[in-house]
């Protein structure tokens, strides 16, 4: 186990649909982000919170939106998605609330999203 | 702008065998480097990492890994596979000069350990 939970681990949800992906991190970090994980493909990031402000947003669609109620609690909420966002979301997190470039992240299992 | 490379998307070799998984990349100052590796239905864990210092980093479960700047590159590496070490491995690089949360990973290369 990382300490960083993702629940659903599956969700299967239809382009009128509105659903939340839940992420929790037992580690006392600081910095928690969203990746979007697509076969043959790089991971992508897609935002980053920094002490419960949001410090990134890498021109991620407007059905996507985060929120980040603590340090320790990070929702990605889905709203009319497109069959192409089928892929990996993964949740991350690290110590430094500055996203230090020497510092490893944390990741969750993911959540495995199908949009039909 | 910066990128890493994996120019294998999957790596077969015997158990026993060294390995070899491949990554090059490009910034435009320092590279921060990293190894992570993804098993099934888990997510990504760090693996090493390159800052500064020797070249030649080892890192978790006999895997270590040779920072070359002069061919940009930083090959994942084992001297014995085992069957345990079948998963996905991605390389990723931070670019000091442009700020801390930006971390770009590859492709991944998936290696598969054949008994």
């Known amino acids: 186990e990382t300490g960083v939970t993702q629940t659903p681990r599956h969700l299967v949800m239809g382009m009128t649909n509105k659903k939340s992906l839940k992420c929790e991190q037992h580690?006392?970090?600081?910095?928690m982000y969203w990746y979007k994980q697509s076969a043959k493909k790089p991971l992508e990031l897609m935002f980053v919170?920094?002490?419960?402000?949001?410090?990134e947003n890498n021109s991620v669609p407007s059905r996507f939106s985060p929120e980040c109620p603590n340090s320790s609690h990070l929702f990605l909420h889905l709203h009319t998605l497109q069959p192409e966002d089928s892929a990996l979301y993964l949740c991350?997190?690290?110590?430094?609330?500055?996203?230090?470039?020497?510092?490893?992240?944390?990741f969750g299992s993911g959540t495995q999203l199908s949009v039909l | 702008a910066q990128s890493v490379a994996q120019p294998e998307d999957q790596v077969n070799v015997a158990e026993g065998n060294p390995l070899t998984v491949k990554c090059t990349y490009s910034?435009?100052?320092?590279?921060?480097l990293f190894w992570y590796v993804q098993y099934p239905n888990r997510g990504l864990q760090f693996l090493l990492k390159y800052i500064t210092g020797d070249n030649l980093v080892k890192g978790s479960y006999g895997f270590e890994a040779e920072f070359n700047k002069s061919q940009t590159s930083f090959h994942l590496k084992k001297p014995s596979a085992l069957v345990s070490d079948s998963a996905l491995y991605f390389c990723?690089?931070?670019?000091?000069?442009?700020?801390?949360?930006?971390?770009?990973f590859g492709t991944g290369t998936r290696l598969t350990v054949i008994p």
């Open positions: 910034v435009s100052g320092n590279p921060y």
């Open positions: 919170y920094s002490l419960e402000e949001r410090v």
């Open positions: 990723a690089v931070r670019d000091i000069k442009t700020g801390a949360n930006n971390l770009f």
């Open positions: 991350a997190s690290s110590q430094d609330p500055r996203g230090a470039t020497n510092e490893k992240l944390f």
């Open positions: 580690l006392g970090h600081n910095a």
